[in-house]
């Protein structure tokens, strides 16, 4: 049956250079976890009994199919909804493509509806569940409920669909951290740029502006900032023995993000603007980004500095010692920003140096309104703005991104 679907493939080659440039990123591989055609991001998997009852169109459209399901991220998007109400509405929210080319043809039982074209799979997934009588919607789902081959107990098996799409998980099968769930983003956006090149260098079956449309409405949404973080902060820890290697197949997007499984001597450091300008519910947010930037990039030690006209205070806490990764000896609850007046960013570099404070790098955190005059430090800085216009009122150093 392998030869089938090895023929299919070669099909595809030849008649559509997008699909066939993005099938070729997933492995092949025969399995009895699926009644017909599933993919993770990393596999398409097939069960050789169902793909034996496929004419061969059917079997490349099936194909593509599952390559759509990876181009829109869909394996990354769950995020506890129920599992086979999700998968409906990924195949709603992609088979319309299949059917408007003319190079395709779904299998009988292939989704279709026209009210859901230019839809995401989270709009159609919320229309269909809005459309179940109260005794039929699904209960919420763990985020990891759902792998290869799972059926919910006591409950009627539903009838297979022509392609199913399982969450990624990582190497040793596990649910993806954010710095994982990252990195699968930028892969999965850089091999759609590349069929887009390859399509237009070999010329075999050129993808309508539809297509692109429905790719632009799919697209994940931003990368939070944090995780842009982490990607920022690799290019200075890299090459640290306590930091996984990274993604090689990752290198050719200028995005590379380690894997944070040991721990590292990493230090970093927060500054926060507590000027008056900064509310209560901005307090919150930035509590939160902390704490988010802690689970990512999980350092030995972080340091808080508070800062208006001058340096009110500072607080500092580590990793506790034989906790494992992640875990600190401090709650969100106990980060009490001091503060309230103006603005003004020296104070904190240079509290830095008179406290001889050790940093792999500097996070501040502020609106983005005030004045820099100090010279750049030796260590790295990000200014973490929450406008998304900063009106520095003098040349700064370091890099900027926008929180949200």
């Given amino acids: 049956m392998g030869n089938l679907m090895s023929k299919a493939m070669t099909q595809l080659l030849i008649r559509h250079a997008w699909f066939a440039t993005l099938a070729l990123n997933l492995n092949l591989i025969k399995s009895d976890k699926t009644e017909t055609m599933a993919t993770d991001g990393k596999a398409i998997y097939f069960n050789p009994t169902w793909v034996a009852t496929l004419a061969l169109i059917e079997i490349i459209s099936v194909i593509a199919h599952e390559v759509l399901h990876v181009a829109f991220c869909h394996h990354l998007r769950r995020n506890g909804r129920d599992a086979d109400l999700w998968n409906q509405a990924c195949d709603y929210a992609i088979n319309w493509i299949i059917v408007d080319s003319k190079v395709f043809r779904l299998p009988e039982g292939g989704l279709y509806d026209e009210r859901f074209r230019d839809k995401t799979a989270e709009q159609i997934?919320?229309?269909?569940?809005?459309?179940?009588t109260p005794e039929?919607?699904?209960?919420?789902?763990?985020?990891?409920?759902?792998?290869?081959?799972?059926?919910?107990?006591?409950?009627?098996?539903?009838?297979?669909?022509?392609?199913?799409?399982?969450?990624?998980?990582?190497?040793?099968?596990?649910?993806?951290?954010?710095?994982?769930?990252?990195?699968?983003?930028?892969?999965?956006?850089?091999?759609?740029?590349?069929?887009?090149?390859?399509?237009?260098?070999?010329?075999?079956?050129?993808?309508?502006?539809?297509?692109?449309?429905?790719?632009?409405?799919?697209?994940?949404?931003?990368?939070?900032?944090?995780?842009?973080?982490?990607?920022?902060?690799?290019?200075?820890?890299?090459?640290?023995?306590?930091?996984?290697?990274?993604?090689?197949?990752?290198?050719?997007?200028?995005?590379?993000?380690?894997?944070?499984?040991?721990?590292?001597?990493?230090?970093?450091?927060?500054?926060?603007?507590?000027?008056?300008?900064?509310?209560?519910?901005l307090t919150g947010l930035i509590k939160t980004h902390i704490n988010n930037v802690v689970q990512v990039l999980n350092p030995s030690n972080v340091k808080i500095i508070y800062c208006d006209t001058r340096v009110r205070g500072s607080q500092t806490f580590a990793r506790c010692i034989g906790s494992g990764p992640w875990a600190m000896d401090i709650e969100l609850e106990d980060i009490k920003p001091l503060g309230g007046g103006g603005t003004q960013f020296d104070p904190v570099f240079q509290?830095?140096?008179?406290?001889?404070?050790?940093?792999?790098?500097?996070?501040?955190?502020?609106?983005?309104?005030?004045?820099?005059?100090?010279?750049?430090?030796?260590?790295?800085?990000?200014?973490?703005?929450?406008?998304k216009t900063p009106n520095f009122s003098s040349e700064k150093f370091g890099e900027t991104i926008t929180i949200k």
């Fill in 125 to 132: 997934y919320n229309i269909l569940l809005s459309e179940q």
């Fill in 136 to 281: 039929d919607q699904p209960e919420d789902q763990p985020e990891d409920s759902q792998s290869p081959g799972d059926e919910a107990d006591d409950a009627a098996p539903a009838k297979p669909l022509i392609g199913e799409v399982w969450d990624a998980t990582n190497e040793d099968g596990e649910p993806l951290n954010a710095a994982e769930q990252a990195a699968e983003e930028l892969k999965a956006g850089a091999n759609v740029s590349a069929a887009f090149d390859a399509e237009k260098t070999v010329g075999i079956g050129e993808s309508d502006a539809a297509l692109r449309n429905a790719l632009e409405v799919n697209k994940v949404d931003e990368i939070p900032w944090y995780e842009q973080l982490a990607q920022w902060t690799t290019q200075y820890v890299i090459g640290r023995s306590s930091f996984n290697t990274p993604n090689r197949r990752l290198l050719h997007t200028g995005h590379i993000l380690p894997s944070y499984t040991k721990e590292v001597d990493f230090k970093l450091v927060f500054a926060w603007d507590t000027s008056g300008s900064l509310t209560d519910e």
């Fill in 351 to 387: 509290y830095i140096e008179d406290e001889d404070i050790s940093a792999d790098c500097l996070v501040y955190f502020t609106d983005g309104h005030g004045s820099v005059n100090a010279e750049e430090p030796d260590y790295p800085v990000l200014w973490a703005t929450t406008d």
